[in-house]
């Protein structure tokens, strides 16, 4: 009975200290699963920024070709009403 009772704190300490270790272990697989996931996040927003600035350059664009558009329908109808005017008066 002795034995059995000097043997038993062993089992005890060699329990914990394997059910640490696996616990250790299971950190650190978790620890790099969430490494991946974050240089993964990282590459997206990378991706989805350098998306952003080409269509904000798009948009960029459009608007001053919008603008150009504008610009000359306006001279256009300046050009149509003083046409107008030419005819009416003569």
Known sequence: MSR???A???CHSTLC????KKDLEDANTYKNKIKETNKKLEE???ELEEQLTKNKS????QKVQLEQMRKAQK???VEEEGAKGKTEVT
């Open 44 to 46: 997206k927003v990378k």
């Open 17 to 20: 200290f394997l059910q640490l």
């Open 58 to 61: 798009k948009i960029k664009s």
């Open 8 to 10: 038993l704190p062993f």
């Open 4 to 6: 059995l009772s000097h």
């Open 75 to 77: 001279a256009k109808d």
